[in-house]
């Protein structure tokens, strides 16, 4: 198999892993944008999995107004549309939340994480093309959870046991990207990713075989981020050397 092809069957394989766990009853709501968005995901590995990078941006999971309406790693319908070119038809999750609707890309909403992340490649890199040249991004965890309220429920306050079983899966997908696009850094869209890279990678980090790091996460509810999150991450980008 090609790379494209690689990374599509290591993403069913994560799809198809996450799907058959059983999570806490406070978490009455799952999406899973791998199956209901599948054809926009492929899309983007498609369009720009062809081809090694040497920096892989990871993210936590979907956000409800980005790759839970998208199927693309912090997919804000704009930047999706207007700077990524895609833009295609979207299904419905199994058990969809009145509060957390899935319109795909007629989504009226925008993710300002997804905004902000994907304005400051485009403004520093101009095309996708040149961006993905030698830059790709993802998230380790595919679900999106949330409770009976439409509260956003992130992975990282799953019981114990849930996280072991969920992160063992992410943990192999995450491995299998980096070997698949041979990736030099691995770099956490904040603490929980930055975590779960050193775990996940702990032998290829601990040998040098793989450097990480982690850039501020461009949520709103971050007050850093809101002072100026791509002059943060710029900055953070260059004491690694990279970005110079």
């Known amino acids: 198999m090609n790379r494209t092809e690689q990374l599509k069957y290591a993403a069913r394989e994560l799809s198809a892993a996450v799907s058959k766990l059983k999570f806490t009853e406070e978490i009455t709501h799952i999406y899973n ?45 704009d930047a999706a549309v207007n700077w990524l070119g895609i833009k295609t038809t979207v299904g419905k999750p199994e058990n969809e939340h009145p509060k957390r609707m899935v319109d795909g890309f007629e989504c009226s909403r925008s993710e300002v994480s997804g905004r902000r992340l994907w304005g400051l490649m485009a403004e520093r890199f101009r095309t996708p093309e040149a961006f993905f040249a030698e830059h790709w991004v993802a998230n380790y965890c ?8 439409g509260k956003n429920f992130t992975p990282d306050k799953l019981p114990r046991a849930e996280q072991e079983e969920l992160f063992a899966a992410c943990d192999v997908h995450l491995r299998a990207t980096v070997e698949i696009l041979e990736a030099e850094w691995v770099l956490g869209i904040g603490k929980f990713a930055e975590t779960r890279i050193n775990t996940a990678m702990k032998t290829e980090v601990e040998t040098g075989k793989i450097k ?10 971050s007050p850093a981020a809101n002072r100026g999150w791509a002059e943060a991450a710029t900055k953070k980008m260059r004491t690694y050397g990279l970005w110079v």
């Open 33 to 77: 944008p791998l199956e209901y968005a599948w054809e926009a995901h492929k899309l983007y590995l498609e369009k720009y999995g062809d081809g090694a990078k040497k920096i892989i941006f990871l993210g936590m999971n979907p956000g409800p107004w980005g790759m839970a309406q998208t199927g693309l790693p912090f997919g804000e319908i």
């Open 142 to 149: 595919p679900m999106s959870f949330m409770t009976e309220s």
């Open 212 to 221: 990480s790091g982690t850039v501020l996460h461009p949520s709103p509810a």
